[in-house]
């Protein structure tokens, strides 16, 4: 079998181990040994990769992204841009993606995304793994109709599907599954996209349909929730992860910890350049960026790395280490790294990823430096190497 043996020091995707072993499979795409230099087994005949001075870690993941192949931040040219442009900008963002460390995205809500992950799978480009929830679930008058549209066109034009009651969610949640979705992500708020206020959208007895139906198909629910009154709905309904959670409460984190709720802060979307900035909105943003955040960290909530990033000039795709770099001033290093690695796998449901240890699929990155002392070398121009399906891509190593 063709063999790579990877040397250095790894991060498992939990904890480090000094002087490391990787051997990888190229053939099966598998994790064969790793551990100590002395304690695994690397085959005579291997490519061995030792680059001094550089980690080797899982691949990262970003569980919170869109491919939306528009050049910015604008929720007119999102709905309007062509879908073939829209497809071969977002097959040059998956490619920058993996040279960025990043071999799986979670997309929450795009039209590309099923089509995407379907090209993928096939080897048609190089790119991540993509989990994706297909189109979104927003109620009539959400944050992504335009209501100057004829609801019609409206509807047509959006990535969500409108739905408005139990059973039109239902049949929501049943046409995510036709389009091929993985997930369901639902809108039980607005977002502050428009520059509107933040309220509920969803009642909670639309939620509690929407969790049931995709419950039914084995699927998980994705909520986008901001303010209490979403945030109580969606763990009341039993998401399974929090989507940006603006506003969380003592007792809404200690709900998340005890049902396992994953949370996705999203710190990274926030702190991107934004026009439309309104007084209430930096408000918000502020508290999210430390009582959110913290009081999360403290209930011991799950907490997963995320961007939110739409592909954009100002939320660029490539670019998605940002949010660890930025979760780590919260949350430490470590933590920051787990929350990008083996618990983003944990989340997106990818049971044989996020880990470097055997029998796991061989997804990983080496970079230059060690992000346990700085996040920062997770940084493009840190990325040497990226395996993915056992395939070996040097970026700014050597082969
Ligand atoms: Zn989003």
Not at 23 to 48: F, H, L, R
Not at 128 to 138: D, N
Request: aromatic content about 6%.
């Amino acid at each position: 079998m063709p063999t790579i043996v990877l040397r250095g020091l790894i991060f498992t995707g939990t904890t480090s181990i000094e002087n490391g072993s990787v051997v990888v499979d190229q053939s099966t795409g598998m994790i064969v040994d790793a551990g100590k230099k002395g304690d695994v087994n690397e085959p005579n005949d291997s490519k061995v990769i030792e680059v001094p001075g550089s980690t080797i870690l899982p691949g990262l993941i970003d569980a919170h992204i869109h491919f939306f192949g528009s050049k910015r931040y604008d929720l007119l040219e999102w709905l309007t841009t062509p879908e073939t442009l829209v497809a071969l900008r977002s097959v040059a963002d998956a490619r920058k993606l993996l040279r960025a460390g990043f071999t799986a995205v979670r997309d929450l809500g795009s039209k590309a995304a099923p089509h995407l992950k379907r090209a993928e799978a096939e080897g048609l480009f190089d790119g991540p793994r993509i989990v994706q929830a297909a189109k979104s679930l927003a109620q009539t008058g959400g944050d992504d109709d335009i209501p100057l549209l004829p609801l019609k066109i409206a509807e047509e034009l959006s990535y969500s599907y409108y739905c408005d009651g139990p059973w039109e969610c239902r049949k929501a949640v049943r046409k995510v599954i036709r389009d091929g979705g993985d997930l369901i992500k639902v809108y039980s708020s607005g977002s502050m996209a428009q520059g509107t206020k933040v309220r509920r959208q969803f009642t909670l007895e639309e939620l509690e349909a929407i969790v049931d139906e995709a419950g039914a198909a084995g699927m998980k629910v994705a909520s986008h929730a901001y303010g209490e009154v979403a945030l109580t709905n969606s763990v009341r309904a039993g998401v399974h992860s929090i989507e940006h959670g603006i506003g969380l409460t003592q007792d809404i984190v200690k709900e998340m910890r005890s049902q396992g709720i994953f949370y996705v802060p999203t710190l990274s979307a926030y702190l991107a350049a934004k026009t439309r900035v309104t007084e209430e909105r930096a408000k918000l943003i502020n508290k999210h960026l430390t009582e959110d955040i913290e009081l999360a960290k403290q209930a011991g909530v799950k907490i997963v790395s995320g961007t939110d990033y739409v592909g954009c000039d100002t939320e660029p795709h490539g670019e998605n280490y940002h949010e660890i770099v930025n979760l780590a001033k919260y949350i430490g290093n470590q933590e920051a790294l787990i929350a990008a690695t083996s618990r983003a796998a944990e989340c997106l449901g990818l049971e044989k990823s996020g880990m470097v240890k055997a029998g796991y699929e061989a997804d990983l990155v080496v970079v230059k430096g060690n992000p346990m002392e700085d996040t920062n070398n997770l940084a493009p121009s840190h990325i040497l190497h990226v395996i993915r399906r056992g395939k070996l891509y040097t970026v700014n190593g050597q082969s």
